[in-house]
């Protein structure tokens, strides 16, 4: 089974509360009378308990192939009155990627994130200025001229991290690499000196506001429980230290080369300068989200590669050419070339996305064409659902895809091209692409480039599981992995 059973009943939860929450706000939903054309099947009654007993018995990805074999690849779930319709497949995931946010959106669906970053950013603010604020972060995280600057920092960290592991030894992976990304985190978003003076408050803080991830607090975020107060005690702590830097910057017109120094200098369309609780949101959101995704799928990609002999040949071969042409250098121009790593990293988050399932809330009416050849209206009203984790191991597209194979993304094969642009959704798509992908992909590269070239790795704990119980899945218990020093041999 793929995934537990605690994990369906979050995602049921999650779904009982998004058809409460839409009522309250919106009330009953409104469909356009004058449409002609049919809605997707709907699922409910007797039909379905049986989905829900396959659901918490084999699993989401059972599930939703048993329906779509039933019902093709757009259905529509009735749960408490909310329509869930789900869209299986890249062939039918445009609009939900690419439509325009006045006709599909989150909603209300990610207000549990209020309370963490704060009301200034985010889904605290209308979309026009959350808009504005994600150019802030494109311009700081995508731009090659920034990210450039990033990598020798990167390495520093890495470096100063790995000396500290000794000749030999057996060491938890995933504690390692959430230890070495904050560490990362903190140097190149916040800079040197508060790396340097900080790092072991800031650490324990960010702790502390991961409990507004519990299942508890997405459902109920203000509800007065003891893991919400220690997320807003941590939240008005993490706010006054990053304030105080914010103003320290300001008043001493210091600059850095760093993210926090990119967001303070951003300006919004109007002429208006980011206010310091604005650019303290923003650093809490990117140093929350970026850094724990960054060190699961750091771990996942370790697991799988130190699991596939024929996958960790590979990774160490490229290493070797690597050295043999550049020495010990790694800068930006070096990782674009380390093409076998970026796919051994891709393959990892292929199989263990993010996120298992994307929502967005419909506000207009739209079509929508199978794979089968119907053409369905998906009504304004109905929540709609993009089950990655389904649509990430489809076999049509990707040939065995309970195999960890990152040659499926290599020239002549291109798996993640096969249904479109929307074939490949880890980090999502259009509209929504995650703005920290390529600076993601970078701080992993440089942690298993190091890793692969000055150490002997070996996966002692069994592979992991995948705990389902956390808003982002993650390797289940520890994954530990023994090492011995030891310089990659030259080709």
């Not at 699922?43 to 093709?72: C, E, F, P, V, W």
């Not at 985190?185 to 800079?191: A, Q």
């Not at 070797?320 to 076998?340: F, H």
Request: hydrophobic share 40%; aromatic share 10%.
């Amino acid at each position: 089974m793929d995934v537990t059973i605690y994990a369906m009943w979050f995602l049921i939860l999650l779904v009982f509360i998004i058809a409460i929450a839409t009522k309250i706000a919106r009330g009953r939903a409104i469909f356009d009378p004058r449409s002609n054309r049919p809605h997707p099947p709907v699922m409910n009654g007797i039909s379905l308990i049986r989905l829900l007993y396959m659901l918490l018995t084999k699993g989401l990805r059972a599930m939703i192939h048993d329906q779509q074999k039933r019902s093709g690849s757009v259905f529509t779930l009735g749960f408490f009155g909310l329509k869930v319709t789900f869209l299986v497949g890249p062939e039918v995931s445009g609009h939900f990627f690419q439509g325009a946010e006045s006709e599909i959106s989150h909603g209300n669906m990610l207000d549990f994130t209020v309370p963490m970053f704060g009301k200034e950013v985010g889904y605290g603010v209308d979309f026009d200025t959350r808009y504005e604020q994600m150019r802030f972060y494109s311009d700081a995280l995508r731009r090659p001229s920034n990210l450039r600057i990033h990598v020798g920092s990167i390495l520093q960290e890495v470096e100063d991290y790995f000396v500290k592991w000794g000749q030999e030894g057996i060491v938890d992976l995933k504690h390692e690499l959430d230890m070495l990304l904050m560490l990362i985190s903190s140097r190149c978003l916040l800079g040197k000196e508060v790396r340097d003076k900080m790092f072991d408050d800031i650490h324990m803080l960010f702790h502390e506001l991961d409990n507004g991830m519990r299942l508890l607090s997405v459902l109920f975020p203000y509800a007065p429980t003891p893991a919400n107060r220690r997320r807003d005690r941590a939240h008005a702590k993490l706010s006054e230290i990053f304030t105080e830097i914010v103003s320290s910057r300001r008043s001493s017109n210091q600059a850095e080369k760093d993210v926090l120094q990119n967001l303070m200098d951003s300006k919004y369309k109007d002429g208006r300068s980011t206010t310091d609780a604005e650019v303290t949101g923003m650093i809490i959101s990117l140093l929350s989200g970026g850094m724990h995704t960054s060190s699961l799928a750091g771990a996942w990609t370790g697991a799988h590669l130190l699991s596939s002999p024929r996958c960790l040949t590979a990774a160490l071969d490229e290493q070797k050419q690597m050295v043999e042409k550049y020495g010990d250098c790694i800068d930006y121009n070096v990782l674009l070339e380390m093409d076998t790593l970026h796919r051994s990293i891709k393959e990892a988050l292929r199989m263990h996305p993010p996120a298992a399932i994307y929502f967005r809330k419909v506000h207009k009416s739209f079509i929508v064409q199978t794979t089968e050849g119907a053409k369905y209206e998906v009504p304004r009203g109905h929540t709609v659902a993009s089950p990655i984790l389904f649509n990430s191991n489809l076999p049509r597209i990707y040939k065995d895809p309970d195999v960890y194979d990152p040659d499926r993304f290599g020239p002549g094969r291109e798996e993640d091209k096969v249904g479109g642009k929307f074939t490949y959704t880890a980090f999502s798509g259009g509209r929504h692409t995650c703005v920290g992908e390529m600076y993601a992909y970078m701080q992993i590269k440089v942690i298993w480039s190091y890793l692969l070239r000055n150490f002997n790795l070996k996966l002692v704990s069994p592979f992991p599981r995948t705990d389902w119980n956390k808003l982002i899945p993650e390797p289940k218990g520890r994954v530990m992995i023994s090492f011995k020093r030891q310089r990659l041999p030259s080709i």
